[in-house]
């Protein structure tokens, strides 16, 4: 049977180039600067559930993610991060909401990294 042409464009080798930035080590992942592209998701698990958060680090990790997010809107999942931390096979960035203290308990947990949106923080450090 002969292929049809469809008329799709062939994919090009490169999609887009990279803009040149620095790099950065997100635990043991360098992003940025040359490093080879990383995969991040986020858990979609209540953070302060840790067994089903782990399990889906694990789940990630196992699919070829390299770094994974978890949510950190409330005191109690920034209590729960430094168990999270330790003991998951990938760097976590914490996804700090509306307390500016958080960071500072995400770092003090192991947390490869520490995302903020200052949108929603609310008070000061």
């Not at 997100?26 to 990383?38: D, E, L, M, R, Y």
């Not at 909401?97 to 995400?106: G, I």
Request: include cysteine; aromatic fraction near 2%; charged fraction near 15%.
């Amino acid at each position: 049977m002969a292929a049809i042409n469809l008329g799709m464009p062939s994919t090009p080798n490169v999609l887009a180039p990279r803009r040149k930035s620095r790099q950065i080590m997100v635990g043991n992942v360098a992003v940025g600067g040359g490093a080879p592209v990383s995969v991040q998701s986020m858990t979609t698990t209540p953070t302060t559930d840790i067994n089903a958060t782990l399990q889906q680090i694990a789940e990630l990790t196992a699919s070829g993610c390299d770094i994974v997010r978890v949510a950190c809107p409330s005191q109690d999942d920034a209590d729960v991060l430094r168990i999270i931390a330790k003991k998951s096979q990938i760097p976590v960035i914490a996804d700090i909401h509306f307390q500016p203290k958080y960071v500072f308990q995400a770092i003090d947990a192991g947390c490869g990294a520490v995302r903020v949106n200052p949108g929603n923080i609310i008070g000061s450090c």
